[in-house]
């Protein structure tokens, strides 16, 4: 996905700087075309360099006395292109689509250096979703190995079957998710219904 992502910025800014030096050449040309149009009227060269001399030379040898200036039509269409420029200049819109750009190239960059770091310590993206997958699948079959000795538990112990021995039948397999059974009592032990040796006496006399 960040490939694809470069690849698109980078044909993005591409096209960009594309039509900044269009609109760069146009401006340029413009003025050029401005230039010679006004000395061609007013017949004043002190401000002519000398390739534009010649190009106002040659296009005055070749197209006769048309020459001297735009026709209506090249002139209102050179109008509307100055007029559109100075709209797109106004809105600020080549501004604000070069910082767009700027700024994704920049994201761009912090997010590759970030994912270098990353690889440099030893992590590996295409590691991460197996391991994860593994870790996940082994938590869910211990929860439901888990699961099925509670309701086994519960089950006998509503049948009327001892608690312990039920309990240490459910539980006997011990694992790292399993819950380990308390040692039994000593059969030599008394088992008292209030958990101290003191009432011993007191169950013999019942």
């Known amino acids: 996905y960040l490939e694809n992502l470069q690849d ?5 800014i ?10 760069v050449s146009l401006i340029k040309e413009l003025s ?18 000398n390739i534009k001399r010649l190009i106002l030379e040659f296009e005055n040898m070749h197209a006769g006395d048309n020459s001297r200036g735009l026709n209506s039509s090249d002139v209102n269409n050179l109008r509307g292109m100055i007029t559109d420029y100075r ?4 809105s600020h819109l080549l501004q604000d689509s070069l910082m767009c750009c700027k700024l994704a190239n920049e994201s761009l960059e912090k997010v590759q250096s970030l994912l270098h770091q990353l ?3 030893g992590w590996e993206m295409t590691e ?24 086994a538990f519960n089950q006998a112990s509503e049948q009327g079957e001892n608690p312990l021995q039920n309990f240490s039948m459910c539980f006997s397999c011990n694992s790292n998710t399993d819950i380990l059974p308390r040692d039994l009592p000593d059969a030599t032990r008394s088992r008292t219904n209030s958990g101290y040796e003191g009432d011993v006496d007191s169950e013999v006399d019942q």
């Open 8 to 12: 698109r910025l980078k044909e993005t």
């Open 14 to 23: 591409k096209q960009h700087s594309q039509i900044i030096h269009a609109s």
């Open 32 to 49: 050029d075309v401005a230039t010679m149009l006004t000395l061609s009227q007013s017949g004043s060269e002190l401000q002519v360099t």
């Open 87 to 90: 709209r797109l200049d106004e």
């Open 119 to 121: 690889k440099a310590n």
């Open 128 to 151: 991460a979703s197996p391991r994860s997958s593994h870790v996940l699948n082994g938590s869910q079959s211990a929860n439901r190995s888990l699961r099925e000795k509670i309701r």
